[in-house]
């Protein structure tokens, strides 16, 4: 298992903005993060004031965040010198609401890579039922040139 200080010595996301707390396990090609969804979110606030739910963004973004560990961990320490930046989001579906005090349990799968260029599928869980997924492009570079 790899935790948040191990998380980031690979991706640059950092604060608030890091949604990834552990990730369980990885190759070059699939990865599982976990995201430990606290009462004291940033969100928590303004989604909503009378019951806080988790943003859909925020739970496609903790799944690009465990595909960007996934790219670039396989390479060793990324320093923050890599960035991954969205190009699509595809086929996004929302089934169940995420609620602070869930664990998101973050699975991605790379299902193709062309030069900087890779593309994935992500299924986010709470307690063993699928509460997202969706399929994703991102860009892998120092300089991206989109």
Known sequence: MIDAKGIEKVIPHRGD????DEIREFTDKSAVGVKYVGKDEFWCAGHFPVKSIMPGVLIIEALAQTACFMVMG??????????????????????HMVLPGDTLELH???????????????????????VASATFSAIMDCEPKI
């Open 74 to 95: 396989s390479g060793g320490n990324n320093d923050g010198k890599m960035l991954g930046y969205f190009v699509s989001i595809e086929s996004a579906r929302f089934s």
């Open 17 to 20: 903005m890091r949604l990834v």
């Open 108 to 130: 991605v799968e790379e299902i193709a890579a062309k030069l900087k260029m890779h593309k994935f599928v992500g299924n986010a869980f709470v307690n063993g039922v699928r």
